[in-house]
Nanobody, 126 residues
Framework: VQLAESGGDSVYTGGSLRLSCAAS????????MGWFRQTPGKEREGVAT???????RYTDSVKGRFTISRDNAKKTLYLQMDGLKPEDTAIYYC?????????????????????WGRGTQVTVSP
């Protein structure tokens, strides 16, 4: 699966962005997809995941502010980000995992994902 993120931009604190991740190639009916973010010198952090059964999981720092969703017809994953804070500044990556396992999907661990996009930059200024 090829993944292409878009929607990153520079905004001020409190602003909103919607990231998109378009998937191309063969996609499975059983899957886990997720959004991760990374800043220089830090490990890639799981932000949110969405399983093929519709279940979602969020890291604590974004709960109530971010929403993950998917348009199956368009093969596109979204991340609606509201109430952005400077600490949300990072490169955001989309990831895809063939086959669904609730424990693995909910783990928010980058190690369970095989396919990755190239990332999109989100910058939040005070």
């Amino acid at each position: 699966v090829q993944l292409a993120e878009s929607g990153g931009d520079s905004v001020y604190t409190g602003g909103s962005l919607r990231l998109s991740c378009a998937a191309s190639g063969y996609t499975a009916t059983s899957y886990c997809m997720g959004w991760f973010r990374q800043t220089p010198g830090k490990e890639r952090e799981g932000v949110a995941t969405l399983g093929s059964d519709g279940s979602t999981r969020y890291t604590d720092s974004v709960k109530g502010r971010f929403t993950i969703s998917r348009d199956n017809a368009k093969k596109t994953l979204y991340l609606q980000m509201d109430g952005l804070k400077p600490e949300d500044t990072a490169i955001y990556y989309c990831a895809y995992k063939w086959g669904y396992n609730r424990g693995a999907c909910n783990s928010l661990s980058a190690t369970v994902f095989r396919d990755w996009g190239r990332g999109t930059q989100v910058t939040v200024s005070p």
